[in-house]
T-cell receptor, first 110, second 109 residues
Framework: GEDVEQSLFLSVREGDSSVINCTYT??????LYWYKQEPGAGLQLLTY?????DMKQDQRLTVLLNKKDKHLSLRIADTQTGDSAIYFC??????????FGAGTRLTVKP | ETGVTQSPTHLIKTRGQQVTLRCSSQ?????VSWYQQALGQGPQFIFQ???????GRGNFPPRFSGLQFPNYSSELNVNALELDDSALYLC????????FGPGTRLTVL
């Protein structure tokens, strides 16, 4: 199974906030990432957080890291239809092996 | 736009054949990683190259091999193709932060 776990689906209404959750298993992860993948495309890096941080905010995106519970979340404020995509959580070890979750499919309804 | 390009975009092969996929980065990062993304799954790490040397490998058999060139472009070679090799192959440039190309979709019949 996956070392990184995410719920598979999330549906929100346009203008609401979206929260995508992720749990990981390896406490030695150095960085944790959120990537976005649109249909037929590669992965777009959205944001990342170093493992000694608790929170990072970047415009509409807020990342929260609870290292004790090995829980990472991505909050998207004022979600738009263009945010509909698959979101992947990933952890990395010494800039080498990056492990991804199976992805959360976010659907934004008008 | 990440500046990472991959070729070809799509490829169809038959079982037992060999394939070469290519990746280049405008940024000239000296680290490139390759991933396999099966349908409906997250990417799986194949291997990473740093300054033309393999710098880590995931759980893939030796028939998956790679090269990195002095200009830091890279190739992924897969020998003796199997049906389960059908996937989107992604390359990523960079180390702390990895920037992905659009991928090559390989179909093995």
């Amino acid at each position: 199974g996956e070392d990184v776990e995410q719920s598979l689906f999330l549906s929100v209404r346009e203008g609401d906030s979206s929260v995508i959750n992720c749990t990981y298993t390896d406490s030695s992860s150095t960085y944790l990432y959120w990537y976005k993948q649109e249909p037929g495309a590669g992965l777009q890096l959205l944001t990342y957080i170093f493992s000694n941080m608790d929170m990072k905010q970047d415009q509409r995106l807020t990342v929260l890291l609870n290292k004790k519970d090995k829980h990472l979340s991505l909050r998207i404020a004022d979600t738009q239809t263009g945010d509909s995509a698959i979101y992947f959580c990933a952890e990395s070890f010494n800039n080498n092996d990056m492990r991804f979750g199976a992805g959360t499919r976010l659907t934004v309804k008008p | 736009e990440t500046g990472v390009t991959q070729s070809p975009t799509h490829l169809i092969k038959t079982r037992g054949q060999q394939v070469t996929l290519r990746c280049s980065s405008q940024s000239g990062h000296n680290t490139v990683s390759w991933y396999q993304q099966a349908l409906g799954q997250g990417p799986q790490f194949i291997f990473q190259y740093y300054r033309e040397e393999e710098n880590g490998r995931g759980n893939f058999p030796p028939r998956f091999s790679g090269l990195q060139f002095p200009n830091y472009s890279s190739e992924l070679n897969v020998n003796a193709l199997e049906l389960d090799d059908s996937a989107l192959y992604l390359c990523a440039s960079g180390a702390d932060t990895q920037y992905f190309g659009p991928g090559t979709r390989l179909t093995v019949l």
